[in-house]
């Protein structure tokens, strides 16, 4: 046999590369390999990275440093299969980063995404593509990417996937796309409703509850939920409900339900089949306090409608959400607290609440959570709105104190609610008397920003403050001042309650007199000259506060009318411009002597002091320093001014004041509040004019004695002519020198001019009821005008002034009473001198309409002027328009 000889194997071409195995132990090696152009290459780099990434975030970090997200982007679109669907993966897991999200908006790779989404391609591809669009759509700038690109028509078609994590990813997006409307109105016209259905029967709980989830977006809209009612959704949720190895997605199926509620047809549908009675019977028996909370949700959310609360008080619903006040979980107290303010809307069961259900609220509002303090506010609210019966069970229920409480508290809601119900106490008188504290608790929500609180804060000042206690809490608690600062509201409703305020607060003098002093008379003016801003009590609240300021209202408006009574402690400052403060009367007291009118002063109110602390106080008063002697008057003084007391009477802390050391009385006084100066020769005056003229029969004859009485007082009658001759300025700068005061009572003015003769007849008519007004003039003037029925008209015959106003004359002839009116024609001299032969000057208006203005020379023509002028032809009639009652 021959020799075998070997055969030789051919070489491989010389340009063919040989097969390299190499191992790489380095991700930026595989990131490089990215750029392959081999597709075994691309399809194994793709997988490591894939692997690598799915091991934490660290990594997905590192590979993004390294720049692999630019190569993977355009291998997600490779035509290759393997390596389409390895790009996809990577992409899948590493869009789970906030930094790859960033890159992967920037490169705006939501388009090669979707189309991976198509029924050709893989089920990994899908699961993968679905899992990447889930982590984007998280971000609002990627929903609208993916929206506007078309990728949810094919997210819907894969909730029919075979596949259960495509359904997850899938169902997962679409609950996040559904947060815009547009989305939510495209699953609806795509027809998803059926497809989300069915995924509420899949063996993954993770898939139900993203579904449910979803459904709880989609049925905010009424015309979802009608699909939903229409394809037997409600039986979906409440087979949910009613099945215990589901009670993982009890809460949203509820949540789902609660919407459902919202429509009438919905509501007795379910009343219908049963499956409300489930329902309440669900939430009171469930043990769960999310259950619980979103039970309440639902029935919150059914009771806005007003057939819904019918439907609801029919099924006795109070019952099950009073049980729910009772839990120990605060979200489900809350949420129960919440449906009673929306079930209150029905009288019938704000009825019903009202015997059980207030006491646990009551006990809410001491509750440390703020959201249950704050529900536990607006239920209260809303039961004792318009309901007496229930405002006194809070009451009953010890409620008054817990809502002070809560005016503290740190939810503006939960503020201004307490404020509603302690308004809605006050509104009986019987358990507004029994509300104590509130005025210092108010003082902090009159302060507060927020508008709501401010409007029911101020509400509840003008609830309260008719009661003087309570306007004294509030002025001593400085609540007055941000009342005030509410005036300048641009708030409607804010600027009209803190007016309706100021209007009951005005209603004593002290609290008037504050207001004023801090601004609120000048905001008030200012608000009742614009059309806009003014109100109903805006005007209310201004005449309030002049009529209990009579020294602000007279000083400004130069009148008082007849109900204008002026009380000790009125003083007249003269007229003052308007915008000009008038200053206290205890800041006028301290004032240096100066060349301005004297204030004269009415105080009549005996001291609630001892006579000798009285005399001591006066000597404080007017700057004095007291002496032994002006301690321990005479006998004869202190019973006057005491008015009959006997010395034994006395109290024995007078006695001890009589022996203490002169400087220890100083320290004593000093602690004595201010009071102004008392006018002992004031108060005899009233009494004696109360002897003299009480008795007498007629309105008429007692304005008569008054004047002749105030004029014999002040210094007479007086010539009309001498009035030059009649020194009272003197006399009224020697009273100031003597006291070292500016400020002269009125009782010791014994030469008073016209405005000292119609403050002192004002002051006396309204202490013996005589009604009469208060009118200043120009050039030191000042009149009183009186309402009397005038049984027997004298002067002029057939008369057409209005025969009610005369106007007393207190100078030249004390007692004669003029009358004001229209004055006919041809009429006598001397019938005119007995009503106008005294005044100065008269403006009136003659048949044509024209304006005359006539002021005599001397008092010898006046009856000439008056038949000249008032006497033409026959027939025509004059009618006054303006009187200057000017006296000479």
């Given amino acids: 046999m021959g020799k075998k000889v070997k055969k030789e194997v051919e070489p491989p071409p010389k340009d063919v590369f040989d097969p390299l195995s190499i191992e790489s132990k380095k991700a930026a090696t595989v990131v490089l390999m990215l750029n392959s152009p081999e597709e075994e290459v691309l399809a194994k780099a793709c997988d490591a990275i894939y692997k690598f990434a799915s091991k934490g975030d660290e990594n997905k970090v590192t590979l993004l440093s390294l720049g692999a997200v630019e190569p993977l982007f355009k291998l997600v679109s490779h035509e290759d299969p393997l390596v389409r669907r390895n790009a996809i993966m990577v992409f899948g897991i590493m869009a789970s980063n906030n930094d790859v999200r960033k890159l992967l908006r920037e490169l705006d790779v939501t388009n090669s995404v979707i189309a991976r989404l198509a029924p050709e391609e893989d089920i990994v591809v899908h699961e993968f593509a679905s899992l990447c669009l889930a982590h984007m759509a998280v971000e609002y700038t990627s929903k609208v990417q993916i929206f506007e690109q078309g990728g949810l028509e094919p997210l819907i078609r894969l909730l029919s996937s075979p596949d259960p994590d495509v359904k997850k990813n899938s169902v997962e997006c679409i609950y996040h796309l559904v947060q815009d409307f547009q989305s939510r109105a495209a699953v609806r016209e795509l027809n998803a409703i059926p497809a989300l259905l069915e995924l509420l029967k899949s063996e993954y709980p993770v898939v139900q509850l993203l579904a449910l989830k979803t459904f709880g977006v989609i049925s905010n809209d009424r015309e979802t939920r009608i699909i939903l009612r229409e394809n037997q959704g409600l039986e979906h949720l409440f087979k949910i409900l009613e099945t215990k190895e ?4 009890h809460v949203e199926a509820l949540a789902v339900v609660a919407n459902c509620l919202e429509d009438v047809d919905t509501m007795q549908l379910i009343q219908q089949t049963g499956g409300l009675k489930k329902l309440l019977s669900f939430a009171e028996m469930s043990t769960i306090p999310d259950i619980q909370k979103n039970a309440a949700k639902a029935i919150t959310k059914a009771a806005y409608d007003p057939e819904n609360r019918k439907i609801l008080h029919e099924e006795e619903i109070e019952k099950c959400l009073i049980t729910l006040l009772g839990t120990d979980n605060d979200g489900a107290k809350a949420a129960a607290s919440q449906a009673i303010s929306a079930m209150c809307e029905n009288l019938a069961s704000k009825d019903a609440f009202g015997i059980q259900g207030i006491p646990q609220l009551v006990q809410l509002l001491s509750s440390e959570n703020e959201e249950v303090k704050e529900a536990a506010a607006i239920a209260l609210a809303n039961l004792t709105t318009g309901s007496p019966s229930n405002a006194s069970a809070v009451a009953e229920a010890e409620g008054i104190e817990p809502l002070i409480n ?35 608790a108010i003082v902090e929500p009159l302060q507060s920003t927020n508008s709501l609180v401010q409007s ?3 509400l509840t000042v003008a609830a309260l403050g008719c009661d003087a206690d309570a306007r004294t809490e509030l002025r001593n608690a400085s609540g007055l001042e941000p009342l005030v600062k509410l005036l300048h509201s641009k708030n409607d409703e804010v600027r009209r309650n803190a007016c309706w305020a100021v209007m009951v607060c005005a209603s004593d003098e002290l609290t008037a ?32 506060l002049l009529d209990n300021n009579l020294s602000q209202k007279y000083s400004q408006m130069g009148y008082l009318s007849s109900s204008n009574i002026i009380t000790d402690g009125f003083y007249d400052y003269g007229q003052v411009k308007p915008g000009v403060k008038l200053l206290s009367l205890e800041e006028l007291s301290i004032q240096e002597l100066n060349d301005h009118r004297a204030i004269i002063l009415v105080n009549a109110k005996l001291p609630e002091v001892s006579p000798s602390a009285e005399d001591k106080s006066q000597d404080l008063y007017y700057g004095r320093t007291a002496s032994s002697s002006s301690i321990r008057k005479s006998s004869k003084e202190r019973t006057r001014k005491g008015k ?16 203490m050391p002169k400087v220890q009385q100083e320290v004593i006084f000093e602690k004595l509040p201010w009071l102004p100066p008392f006018d002992s020769i004031l108060l005899d005056y009233i009494t004696d004019a109360s002897k003299i003229i009480l008795p007498l029969t007629t309105t008429k004859e007692q304005v008569v004695a008054l004047a002749l009485f105030v004029a014999d007082k002040m210094g007479g009658p007086i010539e009309r002519d001498k009035l030059h001759e009649f020194s009272w300025e003197l006399h009224i700068s020697e009273i100031e020198f003597e006291l070292k005061c500016n400020v002269v009572p009125i009782g010791k003015i014994k030469k008073g001019t016209f405005y000292h003769r119609a403050l002192l007849f004002k002051v006396i008519a309204d202490r013996i009821g005589i009604g009469c007004s208060l009118v200043r003039g120009e050039y030191g003037r000042a009149w009183n005008e009186v309402k009397l029925v005038d049984d027997s008209p004298q002067g002029i015959t057939g008369l057409l002034l209005p025969p009610q106003v005369y106007i007393v004359d207190l100078m030249y002839q004390p007692g004669c009473l003029m009358k004001q009116g229209t004055l006919p024609a041809r009429s006598s001299n001397q019938s005119v001198m007995n009503c106008f032969g005294c005044l100065e000057s008269m403006q009136f208006t003659n048949a044509g309409a024209e304006n005359v203005q006539f002021t005599p020379s001397s008092s010898a023509n006046r009856p000439t002027w008056a038949h000249q002028y008032l006497s033409p032809r026959s027939g025509e009639t004059f009618r006054i328009t303006e009187v200057c009652f000017i006296f000479v």
Avoid: W, Y
């Fill in 456 to 458: 029911k804060a101020a």
């Fill in 246 to 249: 589901f009670n993982d997605l």
């Fill in 513 to 544: 007199v504050e207001l004023c002093r801090l601004g609120a008379l000048d905001i008030l003016e200012e608000i009742n000259l614009s059309t806009g801003r003014k109100n109903n009590f805006s005007e209310g609240a201004l005449d309030k």
């Fill in 644 to 659: 009959g007391k006997k010395e034994e009477d006395k109290p024995k802390e007078e006695e001890e004041l009589q022996t």
């Fill in 406 to 440: 809560v005016l503290s508290a740190k939810r503006d809601g939960t503020v201004a609610n307490a404020s509603a119900v302690l308004t809605n106490i006050a509104m009986q008188e019987p358990l507004r008397l029994s509300i104590h504290g509130v005025m210092n």
